[in-house]
Structures are given as C-alpha cells and as structure tokens.
Nanobody, 114 residues
C-alpha cells in the first residue's frame, strides 16, 4: 500500500507560478515511474510529466519549457514546478506512483485566472 499526498495548489494569475508537492509513504526509489496528471472539468485525465528511476523526464507538449518535475529522495517527495501558468492549465492535479499497482493521490486544485 502506498499513500500519496499532494499539496501546493491554489489560485494564481496568468503568468504566475506554483510548486506542487507529492509526499509518498514509501521510499520513492521503489515507486518509479512517478508522475503528475491533471483533469480539467469535462475532460479526461492527461499525463503532465513523468520521472523515471534513472532520472529521465517526459512532458506533455502543452507544458514543455514551463513545467519541471523533480524529486527529493530524502523527503520522499516529488515536485512539479509550474511557471508561466495559463488559464488552460486549470485542473485538478494528481500525483501517481507505481509499486506493483498504480497509486493516486487525492488531487490538488490549480486555478489560473485573473
């Protein structure tokens, strides 16, 4: 069993930044790949960014150059730094991890609006 707890969401103006955190209940070196997904109202959940065990990253085209996924092994935490936010980034953001099964956090709301 793996628990994932996201935090850091909120309301931000277009062009602003947020950093999301995902704290895991297990050592994250056992949980790869880990990723961030998002789901906007009326849309399917989509991959935003993924981090593999060897440190490789992959991003959705819509966030390349603006978002960065990273990790802190000592804190068992994965982050999503989001810069130059746009209204279309508004969604619930979910952290995921894999340990025989795929686990999800409860999600954190990100709203980009003026």
């Amino acid at each position: 069993q793996v628990q994932l707890v996201e935090s850091g969401g909120g309301l931000v103006q277009p062009g602003g930044s947020l950093r999301l955190s995902c704290a895991a209940s297990r050592v994250i070196s056992s949980l790869y790949p880990m990723g961030w997904y998002r789901q906007a109202p009326g849309k399917q959940r989509e991959l935003v960014a993924v981090l593999t065990s060897n440190g490789r990253t992959n991003y959705a085209d819509s966030v390349k150059g603006r978002f960065t996924i990273s990790r802190d092994n000592a804190k068992n935490t994965v982050y999503l730094q989001m810069n130059s936010l746009k209204p279309e980034d508004t969604a619930i953001y979910y952290c995921s991890a894999n340990y025989y099964l795929t686990y999800w956090g409860q999600g954190t709301q990100v709203t980009v609006s003026s």
